[in-house]
């Protein structure tokens, strides 16, 4: 191979890559305008319009749940009550109540809630985010808490249920090490 050959052939490989370079300039050119629009569509994220306030859209506003609150105690000398006895929701929808307690002893307790739900299948359809259950709580003598719990009843929630009652009961977790303040050590 002579070297007016080599330039030649070289001459060849250097506009392919320059073709292939600008084809792909243009394509990654073009991808700008497709993506945005892409993302309108299917709703991912709204790139013209980056400060539109974020709306959930799992909520189900068609229907309303009734959720009953119930609160129980074993054996132990705590007041624990909702503090309202019912609350309608929509499913889908970022729920917070509030469960009250008041350790009417002469001893620091430790406690610790169980929660249960009535229909029994609605109970994978319950999400709690936060919750007292999800801790012992250790309450001194005379010491009154309010407990929030945030929960999302999932809208996939099957029609025929239009009230779902949560309960919880506090058992006393015995052998619990206090310290002075009355928390778990």
């Not at 109540?97 to 109970?123: E, T």
Request: glycine share 6%; aromatic share 10%; with cysteine.
């Amino acid at each position: 191979m002579n070297s007016e050959q080599k330039n030649k052939d070289n001459i060849k490989m250097l506009t392919r890559l320059s073709v292939v370079a600008l084809l792909m300039f243009g394509f990654g050119f073009a991808m700008v305008p497709f993506y945005e629009r892409l993302c309108q569509v299917t709703g991912i994220a709204d790139l013209l319009q980056p400060n539109a306030p974020a709306t959930n859209t799992q909520v189900d506003k068609s229907r309303w749940v009734t959720l009953e609150l119930d609160s129980n105690m074993h054996g132990m000398p705590w007041d624990f009550k909702p503090m309202q006895n019912s609350i309608k929701v929509h499913p889908g929808e970022l729920t917070q109540l509030s469960f009250s307690v008041k350790n009417n002893g002469k001893l620091a307790m430790v406690g610790q809630a169980i929660p249960s739900y009535g229909p029994k299948q609605a109970a994978p359809y319950f999400h709690k985010l936060e919750c007292f259950c999800f801790k012992q709580q250790a309450l001194a003598p005379g010491e009154y808490r309010e407990m929030p719990v945030q929960l999302v009843i999932d809208p996939n929630l099957p029609k025929s249920v239009n009230t779902v009652t949560l309960s919880y009961t506090f058992f006393e977790v015995k052998g619990a090490n206090l310290t002075k303040a009355g928390k778990p050590g």
